[in-house]
């Protein structure tokens, strides 16, 4: 499975999984991530995640709608 990179910027240690769902446009606005993530399995580092605020670090890998992301720095 092809892993889609997601940087973060050089001055941030994470990212929210709820800002990753709007960068790569899953989402319109952050409001939205609690009724996605509700609704929309999402699994990070192969666990099922609900929480919209989940810090993902480097090397995290985040399965959404059959794609995998995986945050880089």
Partial sequence: MTK???KIRSD???ITLNVLLKIE???ETGGMA???LASNPV???DVLEDRRGRKLY???LIEI???V???VK
Avoid: F, L, T
Wanted: aromatic content about 12%; cysteine-free.
């Fill in 34 to 36: 609690k009724s996605y």
């Fill in 4 to 6: 889609i990179q997601v």
């Fill in 43 to 45: 699994k990070v580092n």
């Fill in 12 to 14: 941030e240690d994470y």
């Fill in 58 to 60: 480097p090397g995290d």
């Fill in 69 to 71: 992301y995986e945050i």
């Fill in 25 to 27: 446009d899953i989402i």
């Fill in 65 to 67: 709608e059959g794609k």
